[in-house]
């Protein structure tokens, strides 16, 4: 096998590798000259910044630092993280110890520390985020990524409880996984308290909240999955509870459907949604959310309400569709696949939604590299490397189980009694276009049954070996195990793993999950999961200027082809449909005994109905879970479906927003509230004299202009000839991009509505004309710095515009040409979505960096930028 050989990390993969993953050395003390080390030249309590660099003089606590960049800058010892390893090897050696230490003898870990330190050589593995900054780094330190912990106790005891074991794993670094079914619905009688229930729904937003709690206090943020099943009461209200800002704002959010609401989806039928009968003596004793040992114990079901299944079904696609969540997760279909569906159903998934779990079940992570596997020489998978690989890796894995610190002895003992394990891939995309294979093609599909059946059969096989030598997991019983989903298919195509398994029994009771790799991945300088390349193209700012840069695959094709497009298997997350991701999720969950954190990214025209049928056909192929991200989603856009709950929806509109009488010039129409003032309660107040009120009608203009955050409208209304109001349309609703777009909207408003004296417009255009942020767009007089500066130039041209021929009725966009938007469900024009350039639509503010670089993709959120991820 011919592969290009990369040890020596450079850029931000060097940053990433020596911030999250190197061994550190806590006493700066010991910093000499020579050491590389990451110093805080940015010392912001949201978006620090650290840069990479060498000593080269130290007096006393202050040094001097050689920057990667070239830059020498003088800082003080307290402002350094003092890495013990410099290089990868230095990790691969660490981990290849600490994994083989386990072993019994002296002679199988002499042996096996060879066989780890072969597969992490040049990042063939690369192990999950805490087993590399874990192992032999601490006795406190987790190796396991994330956490299932048990559906809340029915009782404030039960959820104070929940709580502090949120608390505990979050503030080690575990993400956490909650399923809200087992607490009584919104409204319910409570007889202790002689009063009713909040709902499951209020108890997720304290769960929420104090995730957001864990993020802003600790160097490790917390990632929070919420679930609830289809059959509770407080469906409705979860689903939608996102709508509502501020309620539930620090957490993924998915619904678990069960095969009979799928089949009552398509038949349209009644679906009852049901709580079991709180008053039954034996409640707070038997109950833990799951409805059907309830049932089978006899025990009374109350229904609360009995709702169409296909309307509930629609309010699911709907709020998918509009802001992304929830997702669903096929939950009885997932059980119906599992290994433990026997003793141990699966309950929740971890915040990224691949890892599948019971209760108190754990993420055990590693990934394969694929891209190291391509066999320049007969232009094929380097197979037998590859197999070499996936075994030793499986070994790998089952070690950290018995290595890792456990810090709930009910994790122990679930994870001890099923060897939970969890070897996934990154790199596919750029395997792929080496093989030029265009992902989500007929062709790519056929590959991908290839090369993951040849992963899971050598997994297994792997996995049924150390059986033999050591034992197979607690509760594994050969004839259950072999009548799970996924033991079925596998004997159809691989009867000689059945054969194994009979022979040896089964060491993990399951090996297979596909995760997000979003740090790994980008350290490592690949494609990310089993994801395509979110863009091959993207734009960096340096000292040397901002330049355009491309994935190194497609700038090695670039030199190599001067001056010619890249070939169509070069694919981007966009320039895919969304049913090609879903047919590839598919392709791949075949042979996936737990699941996978795959986004289906839609363009920003997808209607409902597509989004609907891109649902069903993830079920109907066998996928375990769907989540989708369509670009330019918006969770304050009015559906118009025709149905009484939009109409409902608009009277509600209609009345928190006066309907402007729209001029025929004017393009657009601001539909937005009017900013918040509050008027002093001393009458005669000078500010409440000076303060222009708003009439209950403007006029204005929409302009569009697009910036580093993506496209913007932003409209100006006057008021007596002059600018009076500014609203600002840009970013998701919800994220950090639109609140301080709208922030700066209000304030400049204020400003405007404020007083006669002076030129109030130029004054304004004066102070936020060239505010500079993480990036821009455009070149010459047509660049654009930031939002501030886009607001700055549509003042220009607004003014330009009303100071023309056409005067006051000059209504025009920032094209010079009106924009004729379809009307909304109130009637008013309003602005749609517009296309950023490549890589660049629908981004966020990343809460490590600070740019203007996070994307949904894998499930969660990533960035492109620092190689941050939500969910790692």
Known sequence: MKTMQRKSLEGLSEKIFLDRYALKDADTNNTKVGDVVLVLTKDDPKFPAKEVGEITARDGRNVTVKLRSGETIESNIDRLTLNIEKTPDELWDRLAKAMASVEATPEKQKEWTEKFRYILDDWKLVPGGRIAAGADASDELTLFNCYVIPSPHDSRGGIMATLSEMTEIMSRGGGVGINLSSLRPRRAIVKGVNGSSSGSVSWGGLFSYTTGLIEQGGSRRGALMLMINDWHPDLLDFITVKSTMGQI?????????????????????????????????????????????????????????????????????????????????????????????????????????????????????????????????????????????????????????????????????????????????????ELMIKLRIRYGSPESLEFLDKIYGFMAREAYL?????????????????????????????????????????????????????????????????????????????????????????????????????DQDLPDYFVTSMTLSAEDHIRVQAAIQRWVDSSISKTANCPADFTVEETE????????????????????????????????????????????????????????????????????????????????????????????????????????????????????????????????????????????????????????????????????????????????DAVAKALEMHEEAMAGEAGAEAYVTATKEVVHEAPDALGHAAPSAGAAPAGLSSLDLCPSCGSASLVNSEGCKNCTNCGYSRCS
């Open 462 to 562: 792997a996995s049924s070996e150390i059986a033999g030598e050591k034992g197979s997991f607690k509760h594994f019983d050969t004839e259950k195990f072999l009548q799970s989903g996924f033991m079925k298919n596998m004997h159809e195509v691989y009867p000689e793993v059945t054969e194994s398994v009979r022979k040896n029994g089964m060491r993990n009771v399951t090996v297979i999950t596909q995760a997000p790799t979003g740090s790994t991945g980008t350290m490592v300088g690949t494609s990310t999961g089993i994801e395509p390349y979110f863009a091959f193209e993207y734009f960096r700012q340096s000292r040397l200027g901002y330049d355009k840069q491309f994935v190194p695959i497609a700038q090695e094709w670039k030199d190599a082809n001067k």
């Open 613 to 788: 049928r891109l649902y069903e056909l993830a079920f109907d192929l066998g996928c375990k879970g769907v989540t989708i991200y369509r670009d330019g989603s918006r969770d304050v856009q009015v559906l118009s479906t025709g149905t009484d709950k939009d109409k409902k929806d608009e009277k509600k509109a209609e009345a928190a927003v006066p309907a402007p009488e729209v001029p025929t010039e004017a393009p657009s129409v601001a539909v937005a509230a009017e900013p918040v003032v509050q008027a002093d309660a001393i009458s005669g107040n000078v500010f409440d004299k000076e303060y222009k009120r708003r009439p209950q009608i403007l006029r204005g203009a929409t302009y569009k202009i697009n910036t580093p955050f993506g496209m913007a409208y932003i409209t100006i209304n006057d008021m007596n000839g002059s600018p009076s109001e500014i609203f600002l349309n840009v970013g998701k609703a919800g994220s950090d991009v639109f609140a301080m777009a709208e922030a700066l909207g209000r304030v400049c408003s204020l400003f405007l509505r404020y007083g006669d004296h002076g030129n109030k417009v130029n004054l304004l255009i004066k102070h936020l004309k060239g505010i500079g942020g993480s990036g821009a767009i455009g070149f010459g007089a047509n660049r654009v710095e930031s939002i501030a």
């Open 249 to 429: 704002t620090n957490a993924n959010l998915s619904v678990c459907v069960s095969n009979g609401f799928m089949k009552a989806v398509k038949e349209d039928l009644d679906w009852d949604l049901v709580f079991p009968d709180t008053t039954d003596p034996e409640y707070d004793e038997v109950w833990n959310g799951d409805l059907n040992e309830w049932k089978k114990l006899g025990k009374a079901v109350k229904v609360y309400r009995t709702v169409k299944a296909r309307e509930v079904w629609h309010t699911i696609i709907e709020s998918a569709w509009r802001s992304a969540e929830p997702g669903v997760v096929f939950m009885e279909y997932y059980n119906q696949m599992s290994n433990s569906w026997y003793f141990n159903p699966i309950i929740c998934t971890n915040p990224c939604g691949e890892q599948g779990l019971p209760a108190w079940g754990v993420c055990n992570l590693s990934a394969v590299n694929l891209s190291k596997f391509y066999d320049e020489e007969n232009d094929d998978v380097a197979w037998d490397e590859l197999g070499k690989t996936v075994r030793y890796s499986t070994r790998f894995l089952d070690n950290v189980i018995d290595k890792t610190p456990y810090h709930f002895e009910e994790n122990r003992e679930n994870q001890q009694g099923e060897r939970r394990v969890g070897l996934g891939t990154m790199g596919l995309a």
